[in-house]
Structures are given as C-alpha cells and as structure tokens.
C-alpha cells in the first residue's frame, strides 16, 4: 500500500528536478495496480497545485513526416531561450497491428543531451487495450518537475490529433509538400485543429515547390472554419537539419501564446480541458477499476471465452460484467 | 419496468419484418434510460439468435466524396439481387463543434420509397457526450429483421473509420481525384482500413484523370500492409447518377464477401469483432451506469464545479466519483 513518507520524498525530488523522481512518479501515475492508485491520484493532486505558467504544445504529423527531427532543433530554441522542455512521445499502439508505430526515439539525440529536457518514449496501451497512457496527469508531473514547455507528439493516425487538441494549449500540424500521393494528405478533421501548419523539409533548392504548397494549404485554410481561439493556422517553413524556420516557428509560437493570454483565451481552454478530461479520466478508470477487480477478473475470462464461442453475446456479457461489478461493491484488495 | 410480454410482441413483430417495431427496438437499445437497459439487453441477445447469413459494409471516406449518392443505387443493386438492405449513418457529432456535420439525408431518395430497404439516420452523441451510439447493436436489431445487406455510413473524420472496422464485414473508401488540393487526402491509417477504394463521381469527360488517380492510388496501395484478410485493395471508379460502376461494384463486393467466407476469415474476423465489441461495451456501458445513477448525479455536478473552477483536479475528481460509484454498490432505481 501507500508510503505517505515516501511518496513526500518523491514529490520533493521531483519539485527540484530530480529526473529520476519525475520518472518514477510518471511510472506510479501510468500504473495499473490498483494499489498504486490513490498514491498517483494524491501525487497528480500535489503537481497540480504548484502553479507555474506553462506552454502544452502538440506536435503532430503522419508517420514519417519528420516530428522527432523538427523536435530536437525547435526544443534547443525553446531552452535558448532559457525554458526548459519535456517531450512526451504518445505514439499510440497500431490498432490494426497492436504494435507500436515507431521503433527507435533516437532522433532527438542533441536534445536529449541537454540538462534543461526530459524526453518520455512511451507506447501507449490504447483505448483497446482497456487504459489509455495518462499523458494529461504526466503533463503535470513534467510542470512540477520545472519543465516550462511540454511538447506532446503525436503519431498522426485515427484519432491522435484529436485526443492531443484537448490537452495542449496549441497545435503544430507537420507536412511535406508535393509528394504527389494521396500518402500525404491531410484530412479536414485534422488540418481543423492544428493552431500552425509548418512544412518540413523545406529543402531552398525546391523553393518554387514549397512557395506553391504553401498557396495551396492557405488557400484550403481560408475555407475552413476559424480555431476556438478566432484565428486560422498560418503555415511556415522549416529545414530541421539546417536549422533555417526554427526560430521563427518558435517566435511564432510564442506569440501565439502571447495573444492567447491577453484575450483570455489560454484560460478559458485550460479550463474547458479540465472538464472533458474528468470525463475521460471517468470513462477510462471506470474500465480500469473493473479490469483490475479481484473479483471480476475469473468472471471476465469465463465471459469473454462464452462471447468467443458465440455462446453469449458482448452487448449482454458486458451488461453481466457491470451488474456484477457494481454488486460487489466497493471491494479493496 | 419492462413489460415482458409487450416486448415478445415487439421482437416477433420485428422478426416479421415490421418498420414500425425495429425502429422502436432501435430507440430502446439506444436509451440510455436504466429501465430500459435490461429489456435492451434481452432484446439485443434475442436478435443475436436469429442465425442468418448476412453482410455488413463500412461506407467511409470524407464529407462530401458522395457517401450518400452512392448508397442510393449500390442498395438499390443490392435489392436487385434479391437482398433487404439497412443503412446506418453514423455521423459521428463533431468534436469541435458538437453539432452534426451532415444536415440533410434526403440524397437517398430512390432507397428510401424501397419496400426492402431500411434508413436509420442518427447523430451520435459521440464519445465525449458519455455515450456511443449502439451501432453493432443496431446491426443485430436489423438483421434479425430480415436485413442481409447492412450499410454502415461513416463520417471520415477522426476517428470514424477504424470504429467502422471493427463492426463490419469490409469497408469501401470513396474518393475523388485530382482535386489538388490536400483537404481531398487519404490518411494512412484510413487507407489502411479499406477493402476496395471507390472513385466516385468518375466523369467520362475526365477518363485520364480518373485513369491517373486509380494508378497513383494502386501504386501507394503497394506500399501499405495487406489487410488481415491478406488482400489489397482494388480500386474501382463509379459514377453514382448515371450507375456507371455500380453494378461491378457489387459484383466486387460479393466476390470478396465469397473469398472471405471460402478462407474462413469472415467467421474468424466476426469472432474477433466480438471480443472488442465487449472491451467497448464495457467501457460504455461503466460510463452509462455511472453518469445515470441516481446517488451519483448531484455529487457529479458538484465536482464538475469544483473542477471548472480549479478547485478540484479532474483525475481526483474522477478517482472520488468512481469510489463513490463502487461503495453506492448496486441501487436501482
């Protein structure tokens, strides 16, 4: 069970900036033992109470877009300008395969390096597998820990886009431009809930190229409808590997903030944020709580194996499962 | 309560094929009432005995690619071959503006004054309102009515395609070609998901573009992973008013639906589909019982309070809500 004494002193060397700490609380918030439970919830309690202006920011993109490697140079231009940066890789699992997307997170190797980062590679579990990563409570965690600028990044497949846009204060959509393929396109849901559109891999030999993908995106955000905030996404040009774009994508950045704040828009969405993430916490402890049930666990392996064979259907199993669930009451291990 | 016996009534009229009875069967399933949740519970295991042979098809692809258009004369094959076709639309709410993307659903005129076909247009609520509409219940519902041909319509934003995969047979992705701008793209994730890819709107006038767009389409096909069933998409072109396409279209689609069925994958598949639709199940139905249970509704909106204001984290909140949920153990209304 809990070590109040103990879980003080992480929270302690967390606060100044033990990396090791902030690992270890990270690791007890993704936690699925039901004893590491109410420590998590108390220690996400105490984070949040240590108030420290912040910048959530989403990185998201298709699969080889290139975000780890816009990652590295816009992070070392973040702590240039003496912020300190958390990276949380969300990568969620393969649907379709279970797997995780990416393999290696050795791109963000100069970043990596710095004392002012803390880089988090973590294969979510998904929604089908039962708990999704706690990557909201670990946003916390990092901003307690001193990290000023929380850069979220997403593998931009199904529903990451979306789930990322209720957690960061705003978005970076990555793109590559005339590919020619269907590969690279940007779905309407996706390309709505990005705050700035940047084109990697702006290679200057291929100026006239990225001058047109550039015309051509503006032109399709005109049709679109305005982000919450009243703007539409501008679209810049970064080189990773050269380093040309960074600065100004960060400047943008960081104006973007800026007028979000002075319109009192940064709050109003932090605070909407909180209320649907008591929904998805709810919704997501909910199936924790009765996968991790002592008492259900037999009872689900009977069901589930009665739903293989046909033998009973998922709608009812499932509707078994609750009842049965909800009768046991309150049961501790 | 339930009222046993009008409900005998209601699945035998619905067996026989009564409108009226389906519908209603549908709105019971997708009350999110508690007193009703026990006799949609029976009602959806007494369709699941009904044992027919039957089809479901995931009709995907982005808002105004003609996913309506085309159900129209595809359902109308379908019933030329001496099928009964359902069609759901999903329209999953937006997320961002919490309305319905689709207004009318008028575009399936002719299907709709067919003796054989049956047209079930609903919002969801979505995920984030608590409640996923009760689509694979609702297939059930529809199939057991005599319906072998079941037309899943799914809006292709977020996350709508991989929902609609795990609920149908296989999935045919509308497109249109050479719009040239990225809006009209086709996320990975979401080609991934389709078993044959439809051009639609394939005017005679422009037979070079569509020619172009059907081998740019097979060439990156190359590149994804086979689908489970070890297949690749095919890629065929349709021009939904004049019906040009349609019939091979359906022919294409028996034809897979035969392979499928020959190698065993379709029952396989089906018996996988089960296994998910439990973890979803729960996961909906945990959130349902909670947020409709009487001891809970009042200390929910006080957190919720608590939370807007910042007084209260909602992971905290969450944790409290679902102790509350587990010791309240089991009252009824």
């Known amino acids: ?100 997307i990416l393999g290696d997170k050795t791109r963000m190797d100069e970043l990596s390096r710095s004392e002012h980062a803390f880089i988090r590679p973590t294969a979510s579990r998904g929604n089908l597998g039962g708990v999704a990563r706690r990557t909201q409570e670990t946003i916390l965690l990092c901003e307690a820990a001193g990290y000023d600028v929380i850069l979220v990044e997403t593998v931009g497949v199904g529903q990451s886009e979306l789930e990322v846009d209720r957690m960061t204060d705003l978005n970076v959509l990555l793109t590559i431009p005339g590919t020619g393929d269907e590969l690279q396109g940007i779905k309407r849901g996706v390309m709505e809930s990005a705050d700035v559109i940047v084109l990697t891999k702006a290679d200057p030999k291929a100026a006239t190229l990225y001058a047109d993908a550039r015309r ?44 979000s704040h002075a319109t009192g828009y940064f709050e109003k969405r932090r605070a909407q944020q909180n209320a649907q993430w008591l929904q998805h916490a709810l919704r997501d402890g909910l199936l924790e709580e009765l996968l991790t049930d002592p008492g259900i666990a037999a009872h689900l392996e009977t069901l589930q194996a009665s739903v293989r064979s046909g033998e009973l259907g998922p709608f009812k199993a499932a509707a078994e499962l609750i009842e049965r669930f909800r009768t046991s009451g309150g049961r501790l291990p």
């Open 1 to 100: 069970m809990a070590d109040p004494t103990g879980d003080e002193e992480l929270f302690r060397a967390l606060c100044a900036g033990d990396r090791v700490a902030l690992g270890k609380a990270i690791t007890l918030v993704e936690s699925t033992r039901r004893a590491d439970r109410d420590r998590a919830v108390a220690l996400v309690e105490q984070a949040r109470s240590v108030q420290r202006t912040t910048l959530r920011i989403g990185i998201t993109g298709i699969p080889g877009v290139g975000k780890s490697t816009l990652i590295d140079p816009i992070g070392r231009e973040a702590i240039g300008h003496g912020h300190r940066v958390a990276v949380l890789a969300t990568d969620p699992s393969s649907i379709r395969s279970g797997g995780s």
């Open 216 to 259: 051509s995106l503006l032109n399709a955000i005109a049709f679109l409808p305005a982000r919450d905030s009243g703007k539409r996404p501008e679209v810049l040009l970064t080189e990773a590997l050269s380093g040309d774009g960074i600065a100004a994508l960060w400047a943008h950045i960081v104006s973007m903030s800026e007028g």
